[in-house]
């Protein structure tokens, strides 16, 4: 990842970051923490297969291209399928960018159909790539970047948005700027 695009591979690490506070925040164990973080490390591992022209464009992608992008989740899973990884961490890589009320891909899951670590992760996900810059926009500060998590009611996990409320003020406290790119 880290030679294919550094601004993927930044966005992986940050999102990882994240999943690792989250879960200390959510007091997990150290197995459920490290299946966590590493599902978030792997999340958009299938963006190695999207033309970096594509993936870096600095400007909003057409629907083609939106198209394109889609896929890295759906190519991520059959990257990593057969290959070791539990179903959990899997699932997370398929299905990071489904929402609850359906509007998600590439399945359409609704609800319960997505399972929770891929619900942890794409909380993580969604303000990770709020908070960083992007080809396209500047970085959502940080203290506005929650509440877009907020306004993001019956597509992410309510619980899970007010249980990420700690880990956002932790970071804000750090005072740590993120200057990578991209992700969509
Ligand atoms: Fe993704
Ligand atoms: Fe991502």
Known sequence: MRRFDDATHQHCLLV????????????????????????????????????????????????????????????????????????????????????????????????????DLVRLVTVCDVYGALIERRPYRAPVPAENAYETLRGMTGRLDAHLVSAFKPVTDAFLLSNISVLTAETR
């Open 16 to 115: 990882a970051g994240l999943a690792a506070a989250f879960g200390g925040s959510l007091g997990f164990g150290p197995a459920d923490r490290h299946r966590l973080t590493r599902a978030a490390l792997l999340h958009d591992v299938g963006k190695i297969k999207i033309p970096p022209a594509i993936l870096n464009k600095p400007g909003k992608l057409d629907a083609e291209e939106t198209a394109l992008m889609r896929t890295h989740a759906a190519l991520g899973y059959a990257m990593l399928g057969g290959n070791g990884f539990d179903d959990e961490i899997l699932a997370v890589v398929r299905s990071h960018h489904e929402m609850l009320d359906g509007s998600g891909y590439p399945d359409g899951l609704v609800g319960h159909k997505i399972p």
